[in-house]
């Protein structure tokens, strides 16, 4: 069964497969197409996940792995470069 733990390495493995960056709808469609049967089994995740994904896209962010949300357009997710 997915946990909410599950989406930071989803939402890493969507974005290193759409090239680094992404919209957050291009995204999460990604996630589901990958993960659709975890998701259908996990219980109360399955109705909160598009909003969970965002908080496991700001611990990315907080860690310094995803790029700060000032630096790219409105609604695009992308991978900050390494240091």
């Known amino acids: 069964m997915a946990k909410k733990a599950d989406l930071q390495p989803w939402l890493l493995d969507a974005l290193q497969r759409s090239g680094g960056k992404g919209t957050i709808p ?15 089994r996990s219980g109360n995740l399955f109705y909160t996940w ?5 908080w496991a896209a700001q611990k990315l962010r907080d860690q310094g792995v995803l790029e700060d949300i000032t630096k790219l357009p ?4 992308g991978l900050a470069a390494p240091k």
Do not use: P
Not at 50 to 54: G, M, N, P, S, V
């Open 50 to 54: 598009q909003y969970d994904i965002r």
């Open 26 to 40: 291009q995204l999460c469609k990604l996630v589901w197409e990958l993960h659709r049967d975890e998701l259908e």
């Open 74 to 77: 409105k609604g695009v997710w």
